[in-house]
């Protein structure tokens, strides 16, 4: 019957007990990351000053032409 197969658990009076434990993923919120970095960001603002100091640098050279 299912009585006799079912089996007795025998803990050890002496010595070392390990138990196992299964590491289970968890699944964590995303993370909101900006679209653009940091450093991206500085950069293209040192692009944009460079751009501005350039077009600035050529309007009085080709007002001086006329």
């Not at 699944?27 to 679209?35: A, V």
């Amino acid at each position: 019957t299912k009585e006799e197969k079912a089996l007795n658990e025998i803990l050890p009076k002496q010595g070392l007990l390990y138990n196992e434990e299964v590491s289970v993923m968890v699944m964590n919120k995303p993370k909101i990351l900006p679209l653009k970095s940091v450093t991206l960001e500085k950069i293209e603002d040192m692009q944009k000053q460079a751009q501005d100091f350039m077009n600035q640098e050529k309007k009085p050279t080709t007002n001086e032409k006329q």
